[in-house]
């Protein structure tokens, strides 16, 4: 007569992993591993932010302000509103040529400094002839030279 003490309730061994030919274990699935699995180092957490691939040039976002801040720029002393149209040509020219070489972005903000700033110098080129004009009239009207 048997015992209950004397029957073991040990549990059958594992079968061995199978493998593939050349020694190499088979993929598993998650979740039928039979030990666990390990964690790659520098595996990313999740879905987090790409950058993106380009980045927008600088001297072209320069030119783009450059140019509408000749508008206002008059206010300034000596300075003014024609040299801050001259950078933002100046800059707009310089941007296209790298934008050309590298690839970036920002080419419509390069070509809109130069056309702004480009406008706005004959606008000042104009106004100065016509100040002069003006005043070569006036001076045949008043003085009859």
Excluded at 13 to 41: A, D, H, K, N
Excluded at 52 to 60: M, S
Excluded at 118 to 131: D, E, Q, T
Aim: charged content about 5%; overall charge neutral.
């Amino acid at each position: 007569m048997t015992t209950l003490a004397s029957v073991s309730q040990e549990p059958p061994p594992p079968p061995p992993p199978p493998t593939t030919p050349y020694g190499v274990p088979p993929t598993e699935i998650s979740g039928q591993q039979t030990t666990p699995s390990t964690v790659l180092p520098g595996a990313p957490a999740g879905g987090g932010y790409a950058p993106p691939a380009t980045r927008e040039n600088q001297l072209a976002m320069i030119s783009f302000v450059a140019s509408l801040a000749s508008i206002v720029a008059h206010v300034i002393p000596v300075v003014g509103g024609f040299t801050v149209a001259l950078v933002a040509v100046i800059t707009g020219f310089m941007a296209r040529n790298q934008i050309k070489k590298s690839g970036e972005q920002g080419m419509w903000m390069a070509n809109a400094g130069i056309v702004i700033g480009l406008i706005h110098i004959g606008v000042l080129v104009l106004g100065v002839i016509l100040f002069i004009f003006l005043i070569f009239v006036l001076g045949v009207a008043l003085f009859g030279i």
